[in-house]
């Protein structure tokens, strides 16, 4: 038996629409322009951590590509004090092709040669501090095109 393309309709609810792969299409596509745009924006390298707890006082360190205007550790119960980070930019960071860096970076690597990587340690110590009481903090690391999106944690 052959059909004919009069013969055979689409109905305009049916998922073969058309219009429907269409915006799917254009959904996918603007997908990936947000998720290129989430890759691009600055990021923390690490995760803060702490570093030489005693009694009364806690180190916060994390990394950044950036050396940051301010760079910050919010703490208290309401995140109502501020202590100022330390910054020094590490002097012996290198990058090869196989790194998970950016394209742009990679672009810059040349018959796989380490490139020189630039990377910042942020570091502030939080005194005063009470043992057994968890206090909430989040770091906060400024820059003159963006702000880094800060995760609240605890001491």
């Known amino acids: 038996m052959l059909f004919f393309a009069e013969e055979i309709e689409t109905p305009p609810d049916s ?4 219009w429907f792969f269409a915006v799917l299409i254009l959904i996918v596509l ?3 322009l947000i998720m290129q745009a989430e890759f691009d924006r ?5 995760d803060p951590f702490l570093l030489f707890p005693t009694s009364k006082s806690v180190r ?10 301010r760079n910050s550790v919010i703490y208290g119960n309401n995140l109502e004090q501020s202590i100022a980070a330390n910054t020094v930019k590490l002097s012996r960071t290198r990058e090869d092709k196989d790194s998970r860096i950016s394209d742009e970076m990679k672009r810059g690597i040349i018959d796989s040669n380490p490139i ?7 570091e502030a110590e939080i005194t005063d501090l009470t043992p057994g009481d968890r206090i909430p903090y989040l770091v906060k690391s400024e820059r003159e095109d963006a702000n880094l999106p800060a995760a609240k944690s605890s001491i």
């Open 60 to 69: 916060v360190v994390w990394f950044t590509e950036f050396p940051g205007t």
């Open 30 to 32: 603007l997908l990936g």
């Open 15 to 18: 998922p073969r629409n058309p």
């Open 116 to 122: 020189d990587r630039d990377i910042w340690r942020h």
């Open 42 to 46: 600055p990021q923390l390298l690490t």
